[in-house]
């Protein structure tokens, strides 16, 4: 005779009707919150255990980002609601492994406490299946994280009865994941093969948490106190505010060129700008002329060993019709200095040797982002049609990764005058472009007051023939002079 698996004593409380559809949706991906005090622990809480109730075996995964957060909002009190911290109590729902990190209930369901502080830990999780799974402050995860979670919600094989695998997630706008979230749950966009049939968001404010409302007044005042911004998020959830993001100056409008063109006078110089590693190369092609920073190219693309990105450099030269020599610097970061133990080189020297010769430049970090911060400013004083006419730095739209990755960098919370370095996929153009602002800040004014001026074919023809009287005479007047191709 098969065993019988005794029903669990799980204690319920009354649910708003916001935690209620919550709990009932049958969406693949659920979002709940979206402001302070809505209620949002509360309910995954009562959603865990009305579904290890009601689904006997099911395997559910709850993470934060960090371990102690999840135990100290979770873990304690589900050990309270559970009845785990006494073995005999005859209210006890399930028990507590603290080497396991789960509880267990004894019809099989299981609800184990993760948790992912850093990009990589999500790989921990791969190979897994869960029947569900909950980020709890979505926000704090990149979008690498969630989508990684997203490949472990299947069926477990431990569920009894006919269950649909899902994901829960909570949260408040603002944090790392800032953006994803807002593509999926609140402007619905989607891509690929992303079905927005399988998309809920389920939008909770202090305002529709009663307890709250009844006991703690003060906590609803001190929202509403709060700072414009900072308000409008976690009182209104307001995800068009984008509270921690660093170049909060961007503004697309303003910034970006759609299909933008070189001057034709040739009046301005020639920089490339990189930063490389395996995992990405990035490289920008710079113009400085008297009134604006123009970054009007892009190299992006990952696992190009020296060689091969050196001569995507020289490939790209050539098909933007200039030469090597038309350029005044290719500008790489001091890391590249760094000598080998094994041949006592450096990848600099490399670099060289496949005829990208670099100029080394220093990471000063905060130094090279105000200057961008600078150069991206907007003058809104004056009328909107003249307000792109304020801001340096001009970004053409051919530069797809940079005008995606730099306004989403995060300021690091521990030093205002410098952004987060993860998720690290979006630092790799940002920091290629620090690379010149950090070297155009130091370099000499002499060098920065070069003049340039390109010319047709056939007036270059006339410059190459001309004596060195006449020209001297040409390079005085016009500065440095480049055939148009």
């Known amino acids: 005779m098969a065993r019988r698996i005794p029903e669990n004593p799980i204690e319920l409380i009354e649910l708003y009707p916001k935690q209620k559809q919550f709990i009932r949706s049958n969406k693949e991906y659920v979002c709940y919150g979206g402001a302070r005090g809505g209620g949002k622990s509360r309910a995954v809480q009562e959603l865990v255990k009305i579904y290890c109730k009601m689904f006997p075996g099911i395997q559910i995964l709850l993470v934060r980002r960090t371990y102690k957060d999840v135990f100290k909002n979770h873990v304690i009190p589900l050990q309270v609601q559970l009845h785990c911290l006494v073995d005999d109590d005859p209210k006890r729902a399930a028990s507590w492994s603290k080497d396991e990190g789960a509880f267990k209930f004894a019809n099989g369901s299981r609800i184990t406490i993760g948790y992912c502080d850093n990009e990589n830990d999500v790989l921990h999780y791969q190979g897994l299946a869960y029947d569900m799974v909950i980020l709890e402050e979505a926000t704090h995860f990149t979008e690498f994280q969630f989508q990684t979670f997203t490949e472990i919600v299947r069926p477990s094989g431990f569920c009894r009865v006919p269950f649909k695998p899902r994901m829960r997630l909570t949260c408040?706008?603002?944090?790392?994941?800032?953006?994803?979230?807002?593509?999926?749950?609140?402007?619905?966009?989607?891509?690929?093969?992303?079905?927005?049939?399988?998309?809920?968001?389920?939008?909770?404010?202090?305002?529709?948490?009663?307890?709250?409302?009844?006991?703690?007044?003060?906590?609803?005042?001190?929202?509403?106190?709060?700072?414009?911004?900072?308000?409008?998020?976690?009182?209104?959830?307001d995800w068009n505010v984008f509270s921690g993001l660093f170049f909060i100056e961007f503004d697309e409008k303003y910034h970006v060129i759609p299909d933008g063109r070189l001057p034709r006078d040739g009046n301005y110089n020639l920089y490339a700008c990189m930063d490389y590693g395996l995992d990405m190369f990035a490289c920008y092609f710079i113009a400085i002329t008297p009134y604006n920073v123009l970054v009007f190219?892009?190299?992006?693309?990952?696992?190009?060993?020296?060689?091969?990105?050196?001569?995507?450099?020289?490939?790209?030269?050539?098909?933007?019709?200039?030469?090597?020599?038309?350029?005044?610097?290719?500008?790489?970061?001091?890391?590249?200095?760094?000598?080998?133990?094994?041949?006592?080189?450096?990848?600099?020297?490399?670099?060289?040797d496949y005829g990208v010769p670099l100029t080394k430049v220093k990471r000063d970090r905060p130094t090279g982002w105000l200057a961008i911060k600078e150069d991206l400013l907007v003058d809104y004083s004056v009328a909107p049609e003249k307000r792109a006419d304020t801001c340096r730095l001009k970004i053409f739209s051919k530069c797809v990764n940079l005008i995606r990755c730099l306004p989403k960098l995060q300021t690091d919370p521990k030093n205002s005058d410098d952004c987060m370095t993860e998720p690290h996929e979006l630092t790799h153009a940002p920091d290629a472009l620090r690379t010149f602002y950090t070297y155009w800040l130091n370099v000499p004014e002499e060098i920065k007051s070069q003049r340039c001026i390109r010319v047709s074919q056939e007036v270059y023809e006339d410059y190459l023939n001309a004596s060195d009287e006449v020209k001297e005479y040409l390079e005085n007047k016009y500065g440095k002079i480049f055939c148009i191709q």
Request: glycine share 6%; charged share 30%; proline share 5%.
């Open 297 to 352: 190219d892009e190299i992006y693309e990952p696992g190009l060993i020296i060689s091969q990105a050196a001569q995507k450099i020289r490939e790209k030269v050539n098909n933007l019709g200039y030469s090597m020599n038309d350029f005044n610097a290719f500008l790489g970061p001091d890391d590249l200095w760094n000598t080998s133990q094994e041949n006592g080189r450096c990848k600099a020297d490399i670099w060289a």
């Open 172 to 237: 408040n706008p603002g944090g790392v994941g800032h953006e994803w979230v807002k593509r999926l749950f609140i402007d619905r966009q989607y891509k690929d093969s992303e079905n927005p049939d399988d998309y809920e968001m389920i939008y909770a404010k202090v305002y529709d948490n009663k307890f709250i409302m009844e006991n703690d007044i003060a906590y609803v005042k001190r929202l509403e106190n709060l700072p414009p911004e900072r308000r409008a998020q976690m009182l209104e959830g």
